[in-house]
T-cell receptor, first 114, second 117 residues
């Protein structure tokens, strides 16, 4: 069975500062990892994904995530936060092979303060 | 990338009535679609897996008689909330699987906001 943990309900960061949103996962086999962002009353927007290859994955809007197999983590990062980055962020995982559905973490609300 | 649409994007209905939500894969065929439910400020919870031409597989705790799922074609799955009650008010998101370069990719619809009064 797959699972995702996002240990922080809320992350607050000042505009211009680096941000990190944490995610750890559990999956049988090789993981297929994702980050999505959701703005109020909107659907999910894809940010980035990791399948294989470089542990540092670059995605949309300047976000990146680092895959760490030994720590089973996939933290989302951005070097310089913007107020417009304030939203709800979801980490998701599924096994690489097969067509099983994504399992989502509970979400982390990011608040960037001007 | 592949596009998934949902209709309607929002709906308000009276308690006791039924509501149908459509999920379409616009530029690809999807043998498998998933339905998720999201309560306010909470995560997406998988409700059911919809397979074309066969009965849907429901997650534990999801009432199959209340949430009827039909996957009649390779591009359309429908979720019908029967005899809706205020506690069924939620954000419903569908997703469809496309196989791209040997990898199964999951694409999400924009969601449907259901409010039951």
């Amino acid at each position: 069975a797959q699972s995702v943990a996002q240990p922080e309900d809320q992350v607050n960061v000042a505009e211009g500062n680096p941000l990190t949103v944490k995610c750890t996962y559990s999956v049988s086999g090789n993981p297929y990892l994702f980050w999505y962002v959701q703005y109020p009353n909107r659907g999910l927007q894809f940010l980035l994904k990791y399948i294989t290859g470089d542990n540092l994955v670059k995605g949309s809007y300047g976000f990146e995530a680092e895959f760490n197999k030994s720590q089973t983590s996939f933290h989302l990062k951005k070097p310089s936060a913007l107020v417009s980055d304030s939203a709800l962020y979801f980490c998701a995982v599924r096994a690489y092979s097969g067509n099983t559905p994504l399992v989502f973490g509970k979400g982390t609300r990011l608040s960037v303060i001007a | 990338g592949a596009v998934v649409s949902q209709h309607p994007s929002w709906v308000i209905c009276k308690s006791g009535t039924s509501v149908k939500i459509e999920c379409r894969s616009l530029d690809f065929q999807a043998t498998t679609m998933f339905w998720y439910r999201q309560f306010p400020k909470q995560s997406l919870m998988l409700m059911a897996t919809s397979n074309e031409g066969s009965k849907a597989t429901y997650e534990q705790g999801v009432e199959k008689d209340k949430f009827l799922i039909n996957h009649a074609s390779l591009t359309l799955s429908t979720l019908t909330v029967t005899s809706a009650h205020p506690e069924d008010s939620s954000f419903y998101i569908c997703s469809a699987i496309a196989r791209t370069s040997g990898v199964y990719e999951q694409y999400f619809g924009p969601g449907t906001r259901l409010t039951v009064t």
